[in-house]
């Protein structure tokens, strides 16, 4: 079974500093993919960044990035630069890759409240 | 952009009712997948559907649900019973394929059950 830990329930940053926000996982999987979506209050899901296990290098997309550590068990999404915007929940998720279990795993979220 | 779009987005219901659930998928997608989440809970994978088929339930998934791809955009989840504990928002999601593929979520359907 999969499990996803995110240990933040929530968290207050100034505007325009990074923030990084904690995700550990366990799983018996061999080949896995690690997730991070955001839900603004409006509840819909918006996918942000994917970071295969098998993958070298860190994944980045625009602001966001993903700390992965694999020895660690752990996927921190960093946003650099906060923006009011960026207020939200967000979840970390996993799934198995090549086989397995096809749904997402999701943690329990991190209520993040980027402050002017 | 091509979304994944769901109707209605809020549902009330009695409890005992049957609903039914909409959802468009992205058109090429092949995989399609509902999630529930529970008030300030964390969200949780229901089923997958790929090729005209159930490919994973998870123990959530009893008897009362099932789900349905009824032509060729359509892709429906139908409670038969409702019951309170149901009340939840329910997310569609699509994807391209398996594993490495990010899933795409619909806005939700808010179900209240009274």
Same mark, same amino acid.
């Given at each position: 079974?999969?499990?996803?830990?995110?240990?933040?329930?929530?968290?207050?940053?100034?505007?325009?500093?990074?923030?990084?926000?904690?995700?550990?996982?366990?799983?018996?999987?061999?080949?896995?993919?690690?997730?991070?979506?955001?839900?603004?209050?409006?509840?819909?899901?918006?996918?942000?960044?994917?970071?295969?296990?098998?993958?070298?290098?860190?994944?980045?997309?625009?602001?966001?990035?993903?700390?992965?550590?694999?020895?660690?068990?752990?996927?921190?999404?960093?946003?650099?630069?906060?923006?009011?915007?960026?207020?939200?929940?967000?979840?970390?998720?996993?799934?198995?890759?090549?086989?397995?279990?096809?749904?997402?795993?999701?943690?329990?979220?991190?209520?993040?409240?980027?402050?002017? | 952009?091509?979304?994944?779009?769901?109707?209605?987005?809020?549902?009330?219901?009695?409890?005992?009712?049957?609903?039914?659930?909409?959802?468009?998928?992205?058109?090429?997608?092949?995989?399609?997948?509902?999630?529930?989440?529970?008030? *300030?809970?964390? /969200?949780?994978?229901?089923?997958?559907?790929?090729?005209?088929?159930?490919?994973?339930?998870?123990?959530?998934?009893?008897?009362?649900?099932?789900?349905?791809?009824?032509? *060729?955009?359509?892709?429906?989840?139908?409670?038969?019973?409702?019951?309170?504990?149901?009340?939840?928002?329910?997310?569609?999601?699509?994807?391209?394929?398996? *594993?490495?593929?990010?899933?795409?979520?619909?806005?939700?359907?808010?179900?209240? /059950?009274?």
């Amino acid at each position: 079974a999969q499990k996803i830990t995110q240990t933040q329930p929530g968290m207050f940053v100034q505007e325009k500093e990074a923030v990084t926000l904690d995700c550990t996982y366990d799983t018996s999987d061999q080949s896995y993919g690690l997730f991070w979506y955001k839900q603004p209050s409006s509840g819909e899901m918006i996918f942000l960044i994917y970071q295969g296990s098998y993958d070298e290098q860190n994944a980045t997309e625009g602001r966001y990035s993903l700390n992965f550590q694999k020895a660690r068990k752990s996927a921190n999404l960093v946003i650099s630069a906060s923006q009011l915007g960026d207020s939200a929940m967000y979840f970390c998720a996993m799934r198995s890759v090549g086989g397995g279990a096809d749904g997402l795993t999701f943690g329990k979220g991190t209520h993040l409240i980027i402050q002017p | 952009e091509p979304e994944v779009t769901q109707t209605p987005s809020h549902q009330v219901t009695q409890m005992g009712q049957e609903v039914i659930l909409r959802c468009v998928p992205i058109s090429n997608h092949l995989y399609f997948y509902w999630y529930r989440q529970i008030l *300030g809970q964390k /969200v949780e994978f229901l089923v997958s559907f790929y090729n005209n088929e159930i490919s994973e339930k998870s123990e959530i998934f009893d008897d009362q649900f099932s789900v349905e791809r009824p032509d *060729g955009s359509n892709f429906t989840l139908k409670i038969r019973s409702t019951k309170l504990e149901d009340s939840a928002m329910y997310f569609c999601a699509s994807s391209e394929a398996r *594993g490495t593929y990010e899933q795409y979520f619909g806005p939700g359907t808010r179900l209240t /059950v009274t």
